[in-house]
């Protein structure tokens, strides 16, 4: 099978840190998203920093892993258990380090706040401010890396008060033993398109064209001239000219959390995330980008619309030719759209675990009969989204047939009704479900959402061809 | 009666276009239209939707190609057969006939069960995005802004006055007053006075709930803001606000009630505070308050329960989660789910359930009896007075994903779907097998191979035999099957395989197409490789073509659907053989050059336009204005599918003369253990049975009921043969562009097969879900026509007629006095003597001849001989003694007669009436009777025979339609005793 690479934003290791609580929906939404582009027969691509310090992409590892092993043990046949050793659910690209260990070493010591590579943690938060159990982290990690052997321990004195970290440190031990494997374990490139490209697009739109991409995405008006004023202002008062992100945190870290609007430095730091997340799935070679919006559970849908935005100027940068109502129209018939929402909305389908849902994944690849008809059918469904536009109807069939099958073969975690593919996951405490379609979300649906997002897959070949600094 | 135009004298319905020209506008036609009568008002209905199906048919390169009135009448025709109104068929497939164009002619529908239930309509501009009630229609709002109303006839009418900026995301109506919200506070109001209306709202967030008394106006935001409005008022009031979207308004006079998303339903009555608030228990997924804004419906997110606040328990429940509520003027409540079904319903009483065939979103009422629902730009109005009917597995939402045509059994057609079952129907579209078979993944492609069927599916590669399980030849996904010289092929991912030779090949992409003639195996991959097989090898070629039509004496034709090209490849060398003009999503050939194509907005019969064009153009010679997703086409006929709607049709070429023959000849011949049975003008004969007409004549013989039932059932499955074998398509031939035109059907029974095949009642054949074809209307008659020997007597110039009425002096012959009183009665008027004033007791064979125009034989038969006076006379000599009367006509009313009146049509007789087996005397002469005096005014001797014939049925004769027969001289037209004379 070929590679398919697929990089999410919802493992944006910003979004769920050390301190966030086990049924927060940050932590489901990247894992839920994740078997969903597992079902397409897409890899995972992550960068090394999210591959370290994303909590939602170290506890979606843990259990992958796990599953992965026992499931394979389980085998009778060898070339059965060489088959499942091969395959990939996610694949590493590392920026400027020769493998994955080094990469987290060299993070766990930028911790000098006044350096300019000062790395700011999060799913190992606990500790950000600790120099010495940063230090203590890293000297381990690079003793492992320098004996070659996973038998050292997470260090004794942290380990009664950070349990969470021991057991991520576990994870990223299992991780790096997962990497070995050359073909999961590739070098980033730097990416065509910067930042400041997609933030210099927004600050450029003038009115008219705002409101025609706004209401395109169906972003209110007036929050993206709110936004893209915010940012003009910014700009005027000398923000960082490489456009890095932190300057779109550190406003909202700066007016605290305790909030219950939405407020303009939130969205600001939604539309810089998304654009940084394109930058990253640019650098990861990944094929195909999901981008989804940060979940929220009050209902407001602001967040959404300023994903959506950040993906209106995504496409629009990328390819500008795919703009004008006739080009949408024809294009987004064949986008897939995906909707994060409470259990509840689809109280029909079941809810499983993440380690019953990967199982049950696990099992379709061990059975040589269903994982071949669905590899098959995988191919089919790429091969017509390949062709783009083309032809809509043969992409819509393959579609409706690929998540049909995908109901029948793993009952307990997929339902397919009317194009919808539907994956319900509980975390023990909370039930989520992820929806899938292509074309439009109507708006009662987003109404009812905890966060939408969008395939980018549409643009793949676009981008592969664009001039960096135009 | 002149009511703008020609009427047909059978069905009453106008026909303008006879005798003059079927570009007929609709204005004239609904012109012609009396709305108090049953027929017309279902033709006025069937026209309005047709009209509007056409004017949202979008695609204007077919309607360049098709004169507007040919669309209009193939939307009526698609219409009438999915609603069941079978003269409006008959009414459209005349005028259509008329236009000398060819068409779709609509055979059957698998939505004819609910059609009359459901009315559709495709909204042209923007996809729908809010829907409400409003004076006994609804309102529409759309993405683009703007705002319409649905009026009950299906008209769609947008108010210019109304447009909000972005998509309506609310909209509300009372008394001639609309108001309309959108996304940034976006908001529209018309029919106030000029400067007494509302002022625009504030431009917070998006307006999500709105609701107007006619007077005041209260609208709700996504943040949570509420506004209110009142005659009078400067500007907009604010009310305490929560931090969740507003789901539902009430407005009661100066009282507002609302229920927002996070489960609270508020009412505030003036004042700085709510007056009342309470919990509804979650959060909720939709509500809805009544028209007095009083009381609230509301589902809670994860509960498919339809609750009324303030009541304990839920009024009802769904399968799946509620998508809307909404109620009626006068208290109704309505409730849509994703179980794919409306509920409807007082609270507290058990509300009816309607299945829509998918997800309905939120509903609206259009007055008491009507829901519009809305997908994207299609609307769909519901008529809740006829959902009592509905079929609870009709909502299966199992859609269908292939069609393929039975060649082994013309009509026939077999159907898979996208969870694997398939399912056989037959030519009326009705399932033929009761148990479906599966093959538990979606079915991509069905082929006739042998006995049985190949299935490609996403489950493998599987070989059907309908009745038994399907067996699995091949693991993987197989998008394509084909039978190739007897060998099943088989395409499995990027492999096509023949297991039986052993042959497997791999392509460098998935393999989507498969097709084959005796002598080559064509095989396109979805990159463009196209590998062939024949005798001398396999050969690999790369196209940039995407679509693998057919394999026809040894030339693949391919279709590049980006260059709209249809390209023939035949060694080596290939030809652009068609240009399409619309890119169709599925193409198949039809016959010969046709081919029949499905688009999302319509279906299209292309043929080539100029053979010497390089390349050729095509041209759509007929097109329906309703979209399909996969289609199966062959030898004239269609069937499409989308989603769960099956439609059959016949491709139907009308001839240049379009008046119609009003005959179609049968002439069925023993052809081994068959009766060839070759209808009309079509080349392939229907094949029936011998065996089962064999025991048919057993069972029309036999007097139980039980019996006779089992004879009208098997008569009804041989007719269903007979119907869908190409009888339907020449009735519609023979009626041409009158509807109302009888039609005759001319029984031909070659000498050598009369022993098999007379003795068969023919005239009790008939479609199974349709009337005996005498009883149709307008009729379908039978004769059973004879070559005669010497000539027919000349038609006499005599001003009266002279009518002989004979019997045998056998007592039980006793009624024949009480027929010939009546029978003197009913001539009275017809200019005829009756001779001697008195049945005439025949005492042998000297008695039969005397002159007479008219004669009835009253006499015990059999099938050689008659008794007269107690003697048995051989047929001859009886034949041939009542020939010597010269009679025109004679009726023999005598058991098993019928060897007898063949016999007197071969001597000269123009029409003669015998009884195929035993036949009551005491009973039949209210037949006799009829089709006497019917000819004797002129009216043709077969139209007399069906009226004769009901009347008799009628009498109280349930069996015995199959018992008289008509005999005609060969080219008789029937007129026995022309009128004029």
Sequence with gaps: ?470 | MDRGGTTSRRTGLPTPWLGGSPEIGLPVLLAGLDPADQEDAELATALRYAEARVQDYRSELLRRRLPEHVLLGQAVLDLAVEWRMPQVERWAVAWLTASGLPFLRTRWSSRSRNGRQRRERQLREGTVSALVGYNGAALIGTTTGAVSTWAVDGTIAELPSLLVGGRVLTVAGRDGRIVAGGPNGAFAASGWPPGAGPPAPERRSGIVAIATDGEAICLGQESGRIALWRPGDGGWTPLPRRASPVRAIGLDRGTVRLVWADGVLAVWAGGAGWAAEQQLGGRVAAAAFDRPGRQAAYAIEGRPEVRLAGRAEPLWTHGRRITGLTWSPDGLLASAGRDGTLRAGVPGTAPVVVNVEGDPGAPAFAGERHLITATGDRLCQWDLDLAGSDDPTFGSADRITAVAFDPADEGYSVVGTETGHLQRYDARGLFADWQPATVGGQVRQIVRHGEGWLVAAYTGAWQWQPGERPVRLETGFCQAVTSWRGHAVLAVADEVVIPEQGWRETLPSTVTGLAADGETLAVLARDGTLLRRDESGTTRGTTTDDMLLAVSGGAVLTVDTTAMLVRERRAGRVTARLRLTVKPSRLVPLDGDRYAGVYAAGTAVIEPEAADADPPSASVVAALPVGAEVIAAGAGRVVTAAGLRLTGYDVVVPHAATSGSGTVALRPSVDGACCAVTVGERAEPVRLPLADLAKLVVLAGKKRVDQQTQAVDLAGRLGDQLWSGGLDVELDRARGDDPGRPVRLDLRIRAEDQAELADVPWELLHPRTGPLAWFDDPPVSMVRLVAPEVPTAAEPVAPRRRMLVLRDADDALNPVTEAYEELRRRTRRVAVTLLHGTPLRANGLADLREPADVVHLWAHAEPDVVRLNGVGLPNDQVAAALAETGARLIVLVGCSSSALARRLVRLGVEAVVGMRIAVYNTTVHTLVEEVTTATLRGVPVDRAFTVALRRYVLSGQPAAAGVPLLYLREGSTGAVFPAAS
């Design chain 1, 1 to 470: 099978m070929p590679d398919r690479l697929v990089f999410h934003e919802s493992f944006d290791s910003t979004r769920a840190t050390a301190a966030t609580t086990r049924d927060d929906p940050n932590l489901a939404q990247g894992q839920i998203e994740a078997v969903i582009s597992l079902l397409l027969g897409r890899s995972l691509a992550v960068n090394n920093t999210y591959a370290l310090d994303s909590r939602t992409f170290l506890e979606l590892a843990d259990v992958m892993l796990t599953v992965r092993n026992r499931v394979i043990g389980e085998q009778k046949e060898e070339a059965t258990r060489e088959r499942l050793g091969a395959s990939m659910p996610f694949v590493l690209f590392r920026w400027g380090q020769p493998n994955f260990l080094a990469a987290c070493v060299d993070q766990f010591r930028r911790h000098d706040h006044e350096a300019r590579n000062y790395f700011r943690m999060s799913a190992w938060e606990d500790i950000n401010e600790d120099v010495a159990a940063r230090t203590a982290i890293a000297d381990a990690l690079e003793r492992v890396l320098t004996r070659e052997h996973y038998d050292e321990p997470f260090p004794a004195t942290l380990a009664t008060d950070h349990p969470l970290l021991a057991r991520q440190y576990e994870t990223v031990l299992r991780l790096d033993a997962y990497f070995k494997n050359p073909d999961f374990d590739r070098t980033a490139r730097a990416p065509k398109i910067a930042l400041k490209t997609y933030v210099k697009k927004l600050v450029g739109l003038d009115d008219l064209a705002l409101g025609d991409l706004a209401d395109e995405k169906r972003c209110p008006r007036d929050l993206a001239v709110q936004v893209r004023d915010a940012v003009r202002e910014g700009l005027r008062r000398g923000l960082d000219p490489n456009f890095v992100r932190g300057w779109a945190h550190d406003a909202v870290n700066a007016q605290g959390t305790d909030r219950d609007e939405v407020t303009l430095p939130e969205l600001v730091r939604e539309f810089v995330d998304t654009a940084y997340n394109g930058v990253l799935a640019d650098s990861a070679h990944a094929e195909f980008e999901y981008m989804s919006s940060v979940p929220r559970l009050d209902g407001r849908d602001e967040l959404k619309y300023m994903n959506a935005l950040a993906l209106g100027v995504i496409r629009t940068t990328r390819d500008p030719a795919a703009t004008g109502r006739e080009a949408v129209a024809e294009r987004i018939t064949t986008r897939m759209s995906g909707l994060l929402s409470a259990g509840s909305v689809l109280p029909g389908i079941p809810a499983e675990s993440l380690d019953r849902i990967l199982t049950e994944y696990w099992g379709l690849l061990a059975d040589p009969d269903r994982s071949r008809s669905w590899a098959q059918s995988i191919d089919l469904l790429h091969e017509e989204l390949g062709r783009g536009a083309v032809d809509v109807p043969a992409f819509r069939d393959a579609w409706r047939g690929h998540i049909a099958q995908l109901a029948r073969d793993l009952p307990r975690v997929v339902a397919a009704n009317d194009g919808e593919l539907a994956v319900t996951m509980s975390n023990g405490t909370t039930e989520f479900v992820q929806t899938q379609q292509l074309g439009e979300i109507e708006r009662a649906a987003l109404d009812n959402a905890l966060a939408a997002g969008e395939h980018l897959d549409d643009l793949r070949d676009v981008a592969e061809g664009l001039d960096p600094d135009a």
